[in-house]
């Protein structure tokens, strides 16, 4: 299984950014996929979770209203749309998937199976 996360870089505050991932060797349509984020010196942190068909999405609410998760099924790939972003939303940002999550679990890392190597964002005040 791989999860190839890609699009992160120097952006300034106020502006938008959209990470992917992709993933193969899994049957992508059964996964719950989520992104987290870890920030210099902290600890790795809930952004986003998608369930399998799209119809159920989670977010913090340091992101909600900002930050909008989707994914493509036919193109095994889930997708975080950043807007707004903060100096505070600078991180290294990573996919994960997992499966048979359930709801009260999905913030949570241990529920999920396989992780991407992550992307870096850095957001300039």
């Not at 992104?35 to 998608?50: C, D, L, M, T």
Request: hydrophobic share 35%; charged share 15%; net charge positive.
């Amino acid at each position: 299984v791989q999860l190839q996360a890609y699009g992160g870089g120097l952006v300034q505050a106020g502006d938008s950014l959209r990470l992917s991932c992709a993933a193969s060797g899994l049957t992508f349509s059964t996964y719950t996929m989520g992104w987290f984020r870890q920030a210099p010196g902290k600890e790795r942190e809930f952004v986003a979770a998608i369930r399998r068909n799209g119809g159920t999405t989670v977010y913090p609410d340091s992101v909600k209203g900002r930050f909008t998760i989707a994914r493509d099924n036919a193109k095994n790939t889930v997708y975080l749309q950043m807007n707004s972003l903060k100096p505070e939303d600078t991180a290294v940002y990573y996919c994960a998937a997992g499966r048979d999550i359930i709801l009260s679990n999905i913030r949570s890392q241990n529920a999920y199976h396989y992780w991407g190597q992550g992307t870096l964002v850095t957001v300039s005040s």
